[in-house]
C-alpha cells in the first residue's frame, strides 16, 4: 500500500512560482511511477507531468511544457513539481498519482493509477 501526500500549494499572481511536493510512503517506492496531475471543479483530471518510471525521460503536457519542471530525490522517492510563470489557468487542485507498472502510452491517463494523494490546491490570480 503506498500513501502519497502533497503539499505546497497556495495563492500567487500571474508570473509567479510555486514549487509542489508529493511526499510518498510503502514499500519499494523505487518501483513505482509516480507523476502529477490536476483537476479544475468537476472536469476529469488532467495530466501534467510524468514519466514511466523512476529515471525514465520526463513528459509534460503541452500547456506547462517550459514552465513547469518535475524532478524525484533518488533517495527519498519524493517527487516535485517546480511551476514557473504561473496563468490563471494553471488554478487547480493538483494530485499525484502512483504505479507500480505503467506503459509508456498509458502515463498520461489517470485511469492507469492506482493511489492518489488528497490533493494540494493551487491558484493564481491575475
Known amino acids: 500500500q503506498v500513501q502519497l501526500v502533497e503539499s505546497g500549494g497556495g495563492s500567487v499572481p500571474t508570473g509567479g512560482s510555486l514549487t509542489l511536493s508529493c511526499k510518498p510512503s510503502?514499500?519499494?517506492?523505487?518501483?513505482?511511477?509516480i507523476n502529477w496531475f490536476r483537476q479544475v471543479s468537476q472536469k476529469d483530471r488532467e495530466f501534467v507531468a510524468g514519466?514511466?518510471?523512476?529515471?525514465?525521460?520526463?513528459y509534460y503536457a503541452d500547456s506547462v511544457k517550459g514552465r513547469f519542471t518535475m524532478s524525484r530525490d533518488s533517495a527519498t522517492n519524493a517527487v516535485f513539481l517546480q511551476m514557473n510563470s504561473l496563468k490563471t489557468e494553471d488554478t487547480a487542485v493538483y494530485y499525484c498519482?502512483?504505479?507500480?507498472?505503467?506503459?509508456?502510452?498509458?502515463?498520461?491517463?489517470?485511469?492507469?493509477?492506482?493511489?492518489w494523494g488528497r490533493g494540494t490546491q493551487v491558484t493564481v490570480s491575475s
Open positions: 510503502g514499500p519499494t517506492l523505487n518501483r513505482y511511477a
Open positions: 498519482a502512483a504505479i507500480s507498472r505503467l506503459l509508456l502510452s498509458a502515463v498520461r491517463f489517470s485511469t492507469a493509477y492506482d493511489y
Open positions: 514519466n514511466r518510471q523512476k529515471g525514465a525521460t520526463t
